[in-house]
């Protein structure tokens, strides 16, 4: 409940064709189970309490009587569990039988949900039995009580206001216009889907897409329980393929043939966010809709879900190295055009023998392939000064002979010093003048250059560095096309190992390897013992969290507080809490401070779903106040 995470399972009882009482029994286990595991909303499957396979039993009087005492027993034993549970069974209102779904709670039923669309055809034959749902919410009497009944019902948590459930069966979902559309329109943030769903072969599979792709469409939570082991097997077989999607991921699934819980977090909060983002998701239609409210105790939610602690980056290689490949691609056609269209007659790139540069330099060797152009047109200048590694100069040189690009060397310590005696400024004091007069220096050269041959500078600068600000004003900030821009630090590693794999030349295998390893420095300061002095993750902390911080508290407008709890579990035996807690802190701080150097950024490509353009996805202003994120980070602090 905790940070908008709300513990829910689909569950997959063994039952007994008609056997409701036994049915019952199962249904209950299953909820004990499931609560001592601290789950809160548990989805049984469609008609659970009698079995979906009864067939014409569905019209004996006995078979619904004891539906009705197999739903009352689970009505008790649910009285002393804090848990939402959706079961199905056969109920008779005026005279007309409705496959149904109970949602229950503490005793209480709370609402009964009909299904709408009945299939009749091949396997099916629900129409022989069973009327769709009402058009219009009315009640039902169970137990002595009126009951909400209708397909327009949410079920509202008053604890956690995000947390509003809806509830479609099985058919429901494979209809041209499922209900969950209304009911996602209507508020609802997660789906509750009660299923039967045979298995033949490949459907296991389109039944992953469908749920998937619903949560996806709909921007919510869906839990899919379908029946497995107990049901009749005369021409049919069920597998219990339960499902559990987020937006459009696959949370938890269950192995096919094996009677299961299934179980995972939906976060309500994210999802809420990403509804308020998207300008396309409308503003709440519910007229017809009920709502029912039921209250869960706030408490800490265990995640049994994955944390990536690298969100920017795939964990199977394959779909790896095709997102290198793809952002490559991207990189290149955007530079590739804006070259054709500025008439360019060359792509000046600025290069040190780091990893950003490196990447920018492949990326404009790739856009002038694309030309049809000699990579000649190319100018890479590299500018040694006073912080410059012999071992950063030689691989930035090898690096551009193997590319086959023009090589240009501008040694700038001269014209620094005598930009220092014409301020004033003393070459002996090391402060940020001194590290900011040589960023400045080499992209006044790289302007010049271009303006000599006609070209454009090509940006190096990374969505890390554009984040923290890490970057000096009108000096590497500037460019007339960034083509790093919207790319991670943590994945910048990435796409130039995939080039150095692809490479036939052990040359430059063994340069790119090199780069790989080199600390990440700006070399702004004087080498020691000619090794590099000056790291940036000593400075401004390691990419990795700030990559993390970036992606949780921008893309998906997460609470301070909550970035920080999923860092410690993302991270745990990695960086202590404190080591989170001091770079998430300077995160924010730096990220509100630095605003003004990504208002005026040049032009850059989009490859993903975090990038900073004043442009296009992120728009603040420079004199945003960072104090709210601040102060919840100190409230947060001294009640550890």
Known sequence: ?????????????????????????????????????????????????????????????????????????????????????????????????????????????????????????????????????????????????????????????????????????????????????????????????????????GKDAYRKELVGGQSGRLVCGYIYASAGEGESTTDLVFSGHNLIAENGAILAESRLFHNSLTISELDVQRLSGERRRLSSFPAVQDEGYQRIYFSLPVEKTNLTRIIDPRPFIPSEQSALKNRCETILSIQSLGLKKRLEHSRAKTAVVGISGGLDSTLALCVTA???????????????????????????????????????????????????????????????????????AQARTRTLVLMDWANQTGGLVIGTGDLSELALGWATYNGDHMSMYGVNASIPKTLIRHLVSYEAEKLDDPRLKEVLMDILDTPVSPELLPAKDGEISQKTEDLVGPYELHDFYLYYAIRWGFSPAKVYHLARLAFDGAYDQETIFKWLKTFYRRFFNQQFKRSCLPDGPKVGSVTLSPRGDWRMPSDASSALWLKELDELSEQE
């Not at 002393?80 to 209102?93: E, I, N, Y």
């Not at 629900?126 to 909400?148: D, I, M, Q, S, Y």
């Not at 590694?389 to 090589?407: C, D, F, H, P, Y």
């Not at 004091?429 to 001194?434: I, S």
């Open 1 to 201: 409940m905790r940070y908008g995470f709300i513990k829910a399972a689909a569950a997959t009882p063994e039952i007994r064709v008609a056997d409701c009482s036994y049915n019952a029994g199962q249904t209950v286990k299953l909820m004990r189970e499931a609560a001592e595991k601290g789950v809160k909303l548990l989805v049984f499957p469609e008609l659970c309490i009698t079995g979906y396979t009864c067939s014409d039993l569905f019209l004996q009087r006995r078979l619904l009587d004891g539906a009705l005492t197999a739903l009352r027993t689970v009505m008790e034993a649910s009285r002393k569990l804090s848990l939402l549970t959706v079961a199905g069974l056969p109920l008779t209102v005026e005279d007309k039988l409705y496959n149904c779904a109970a949602v229950i709670f503490q005793g209480e039923i709370l609402g009964v949900v009909p299904k709408t669309n009945l299939p009749n055809y091949n396997e099916f034959y629900e129409k022989r039995h069973f009327v769709p749902a009402p058009a219009e919410n009315t009640v039902c009497r169970l137990f002595g009580k009126e009951v909400p009944f209708g397909s327009k019902l949410l079920f509202c948590c008053d604890t956690l206001s995000e947390l509003k459930v809806a509830v479609e069966i099985c058919e429901d979902l494979w209809s041209p216009i499922p209900p969950s559309n209304y009911h996602a329109l209507a508020g609802a943030t997660i789906i509750a889907n009660p299923s039967a769903s045979n298995e033949v072969i």
């Open 366 to 436: 790739r856009a002038m392939d694309l030309l049809n152009r000699p990579r000649t047109d190319i100018i890479a200048i590299t500018m040694p000064c006073f912080g410059t590694t012999q071992r950063t100069k030689s691989n930035a040189e090898i690096l551009a002979q193997r590319l086959g690009v023009t090589l240009e060397r501008v040694d700038i310590a001269k014209q620094v010093l005598q930009h220092f005696e014409d301020i004033g400024h003393s070459p002996d004091d090391q402060d940020v003048t001194f590290e900011n």
